[in-house]
């Protein structure tokens, strides 16, 4: 758990049962998901397992004009074709309004999803996505995910140095992040571990001619599978990946500046979506878990505050031969689970009783590297033990 | 012999991979090293005591060399003499995928410096790599360098410094390719599995082959103290300088000991005690003949270890 965990919630959300009685016949003669409701799945609602690597997926955002966070995702509810549904949560992760697609976007509403790379709030705290069908990419609404007509859009496969797989439609963008405000794009095509970057060269805000971007460069951000991104601010995004890690980028710097990992990354998830929370200033995180025997939802939503927690601290070593009458330099180091080093954690090294020789540092705050340096002098030959213990403090 | 500082007790758990192929790099910005990674156990950073985290999974960068600075690089063969390099990046420990340079030659066991505008290789006949050549950005051979064991790898050092690794052979030679000179030749106490060099603290950091850690400090270890040598010879009313070698089970010389003098005769006199051998393992004193009458009389001269 390297980034501080704040609280969760379990299960975050709630199915709708299967109606009574069996088998159920919706109105134009659908029938719900027999694997759903069969015994002993009593539940018409399951979260599909279609992450963002995929051409469409589950979208996970935080909402900063609702203060919520919403989910959108393919449901096997019914035959013969799927349904959105759209989940919301409050700041604490409380599910408040849930929304099924239902009968009514039975088509419309699933073929719209379906066309959809998965959306991601951008600047000015709205909702831009990729509509592959009509090979856009642009602003969508966040109550259900249509393309805003009179929105920022552009032909994305005008855009230079686009990847000639995706400008030919056999290779789809997953992930889109726009910073209208200074003019990047961050894109992540699919099975491509890193991000894209392009900048807007046309001067103020970034407009909707393709032609005017010029391609920034790109990062390296995984060599799993990339589960979901997040959009920050106007410098900052988040990703998490395959196995649980979390990685803080710089998209205008094309820099990394935080890698940790999620608390208790499990196997058995399915896939991890992340969200911002712009108000409060921390992360929320899903955790697509496989439901329960009876089809209950198991997932959960937690929440961090971004800063990397201690996780393991090194035995002390020496780095100068160990002489009688000489200081004597150790290193140790703090981590969290990703081993990544944990500057600014207090550490004090003791010298256990028995002991002829002295500590020459009382306590020894962590460098960059999570790196500490103490010093031990023996006056006369001697066996000691050194143990170091490293202070954790509240998140606050 | 280098001197051992430190003896792990954490066991690694090694990926399925033979010593020759295991890529263990020092990485300055982590202070600690890279251990390559398999698809069932993924990339690690391992740190001087043997605490291990994976902080990847399943990387399997078999390609990749070291970089002065203390980073990594990964390198590609795009066509004959002509190889592409790519960037390390510390926080996530991948490799950018977007060639930062090109250059003539780049293979395994290579080094790169591009502020000294070399390639440093070890290489040899056939199997071997028991040549240091250097090579400038294009691929042209500018000078090499024979030794007697097959290095396992070449990794940045200090600036203008390399190390040259042959941990089953138990050997590490310290080479300051600008100079073309060897700084240190020695040994450590066993072989190991694979090693690196530590380039935060200047170490020698070793995977044993039951996967514990061992750290090595780059003094060697006293195993041999030379015949004294008097200039001029000893005689009544004159004075000596005393010179004497101190040097490690390879012959390697072993600064920074200290040396104690002393006479058995109550006949001449040293000018001090104790003195501690230079960068050569060499340490000096002065001996004054007797003033009085003349005689023999026994030089003892020590090193603690």
Redesign the interface.
Known sequence: MALWPLHSVSPCMTYEHCSDPWPYTAPFGLTFNHNLCEPPREYAVTLSETYSGARYGNSFFYLPRLDRYLLFHVSHARWINWEMGRWSFNGEGVEDKTYRGGVSLFFFGTLKFQRRSNVEVGSYGKVYGVDHWIKQMGEVSASNLSIVTDGWHLDYRQIPGMPAGVVSGLVYITHCIVNREDGYLVLRVANE??LRVWKWTGGGVMGQDPEQFEYF????????QVHDLAYEDRRHLWVV???G?L?KINYQRL?????SRIADPDPEDLAYYLAWDQRRGRLGLLRHKPDAENGACRCTLEFYRPVPKME?L??P??????RAGQRIPF?W?V?G?????ISGCLTKPELVEPATGRLRTAAVVTGR???ALGEYQAATPATETLQVTAEIKDSG | ML?L??T?TKVIDLPALSWANMRFYWVR????AHLRGTAAN????I???G?E???????NEASIGSRAGGSLVKYQQVSVGVYNLFAF?P??G?????PFRTVGLFTLRCLLDEEAGLVLRATGTGASSNVLRAYDLDGEVLWSETFAWNFQSVQWAAPGRAALLAPGAGRVVLFDYLNREAVLESSIVEPAGTACWDS??G?VVAIMLDGTTR?W?P?PVPALLGQVSFTPDPAQHQGSRLTVQLTGDVGEPCPGWWVKWRLVGDKGELEKPHSRTDAAGVARNYYFGPELESGAEILICEVEV
Do not use: C, M
């Not at chain 2, 993924?42 to 950073?45: D, E």
């Open positions: 571990n890193r460069g790109d990062l390296p951000i995984s060599s799993g990946t395959e196995g890690y990685i820099r990394v500046e935080v890698f393991a090194t035995e070593v020496p780095i100068e031969p160990l290193v180091q981590t689970d990703a081993g990544e080093g590297s999570g790196e | 001197e500082l430190f792990g910005d982590w202070e600690a993924g990339a690690r950073r740190f001087r005591d605490t985290i994976q902080y990847t999974r399943g990387i990046e926080f996530t991948l490799f950018h995928l977007t935060n603290r170490l750290v400090h003094t």
